[in-house]
């Protein structure tokens, strides 16, 4: 959830950020009539739970809009098949009146995402984690990747290399993803900033990675003259 925090800041300002205390926290838990919040969902409030920048903006997420919203929201299903949200769930945002969201195991520390729409006769959508739904909702890739790109600064030694792999470990295992993500999203920058990084890496399939994007160069613009990375630090 830090990551998430850290990535909103980075990307809508220092002061985008404001948390709610203990003392709302537990109002939050209270409206809702549960035991306890999910781990991961205390958290949030508390780093992000009344402004989170553009992270959910347009959505009743936030404090104090949240509340009642578990008692209006059976109204989005009525006269259709679909059987409600049990009870016991956590309803943690709905958009525009029409949409809604929850969580059900609100014992686990960061459950299972649901997404309902009104008139339908079933769940819309599913995130495996609360985690997982906020960054699908921050976009561009997620949290991770942004925070990474940012972390990328100038000529890329192995030592900064070696620093930003330590602070996030899922680099290696995912760079390479990454930077055929944003070739296909025609983001040129992060491709460059993200190779730069990953050629001291040396990530699996690295190599055949670029070459491939290089070898395309899907938008006639000379790509390779566009991205900029050192091609002599690419691994065979």
Known sequence: MQRIADAVRVRDGAGALVGVGEEEILAVMADQGLGRLPGAYREFLALMGRRAGRLLAGTDAFHPAIFGLKKSAPELSEGTAF???PPGALVFAMHQGYQVYWMEDVSADDPKVFFYQEGDDG???EWESFTEFLNAEFGDGG??????EAAV???VTMEMADGI???????????????????AAGNWRRVERLANLAAPLAPPG???ELCGILEADPVGLGVEDELGFDEARMPE
């Open 123 to 125: 769940i819309a959508r």
């Open 83 to 85: 059987e409600g949200i």
């Open 206 to 208: 690295l190599g055949a």
């Open 165 to 183: 792999a330590r602070e996030y470990p899922e680099v290696v295992g995912s760079v390479v993803g990454w930077i055929r993500d944003a070739a």
């Open 153 to 155: 600064t100038g000529f």
């Open 143 to 148: 949290a991770l990747v942004s925070l990474v």
